[in-house]
Nanobody, 116 residues
Framework: QVQLVESGGGLVQFGGSLRLSCAAS??????????MTWYRQTPGKQRELVAG???????NYVDSVKGRFTISRDNTKNTIYLQMNSLKPEDTAVYYC????????WGRGTQVTVSS
């Protein structure tokens, strides 16, 4: 059974950095073939795709995080990461990871709060 566990969130000041991790279990080595994505969601809003990474390592980002966030993956650990620098209050959200297309379920996410 596939599980997704996000971690690394916290409270950080404006301009600070955080590194999020997403560990996928139950996928085995097929994880390396998945395109994986980070999403975020704030109360009352739809979940927003933030960054994605393909099986080949190709990456894409929503315009609002380009140049500040970096997505990466370690297929030996079935894990993806999101390095977030120059954080802004508008980055405050619960961050989730998933496959692209999604698995059809979501992990618990990890809360990121950026104070001004």
């Amino acid at each position: 059974q596939v599980q997704l566990v996000e971690s690394g969130g916290g409270l950080v000041q404006f301009g600070g950095s955080l590194r999020l991790s997403c560990a996928a279990s139950g996928t085995g080595s097929i994880f390396s073939r998945y395109a994986m994505t980070w999403y975020r969601q704030t109360p009352g809003k739809q979940r927003e795709l933030v960054a994605g990474i393909g099986s080949s390592g190709f990456t894409n980002y929503v315009d609002s995080v380009k140049g500040r966030f970096t997505i990466s993956r370690d297929n030996t650990k079935n894990t993806i990461y999101l390095q977030m620098n120059s954080l802004k209050p508008e980055d405050t959200a619960v961050y989730y990871c998933n496959r692209q297309p999604t698995f059809g379920f979501w992990g618990r996410g990890t809360q990121v709060t950026v104070s001004s």
